[in-house]
Nanobody, 127 residues
Framework: QVQLVESGGGLVQAGGSLRLSCAAS???????????MGWFRQAPGKEREFVAT????????YYADSVKGRFTISRDNAKNTVYLQMNSLKPEDTAVYYC?????????????????WGQGTQVTVSS
């Protein structure tokens, strides 16, 4: 089982920036079917949605269209940590952000396969 601890959320005005961190420990996923780690988010009353992912080597990334050009995902394998730099934040970015340990793709849909989620970190963007 992998343990994930997110941090870095908070309250920020529209146009501001935040940097989320996710520290992973325990089992890691290196199956050829596993793309890598990443982030999902869930706003009140909405389903959890994919935000961004980065492959295990850190050489490839994918983003949801809603955050492309504003968010940047990165990783430090020496620290087993994944980051999400969020710039030009909008009120619609308000959500609980969850780190995901084993992201895969089915068709055009990104999903978390292991069921291991962190506790989440709240991001609130005021207008």
């Amino acid at each position: 089982q992998v343990q994930l601890v997110e941090s870095g959320g908070g309250l920020v005005q529209a146009g501001g920036s935040l940097r989320l961190s996710c520290a992973a420990s325990g089992r890691t996923f290196s199956s050829s079917r596993s793309y890598g780690m990443g982030w999902f988010r869930q706003a009140p009353g909405k389903e959890r949605e994919f935000v961004a992912t980065i492959n295990w080597s850190g050489t490839s990334t994918y983003y949801a269209d809603s955050v492309k050009g504003r968010f940047t995902i990165s990783r430090d394998n020496a620290k087993n940590t994944v980051y999400l730099q969020m710039n030009s934040l909008k009120p619609e970015d308000t959500a609980v952000y969850y780190c995901a340990a084993d992201i895969r793709k089915y068709g055009s849909t990104w999903y978390e396969n292991s069921g291991s989620w962190g506790q989440g970190t709240q991001v609130t963007v005021s207008s």
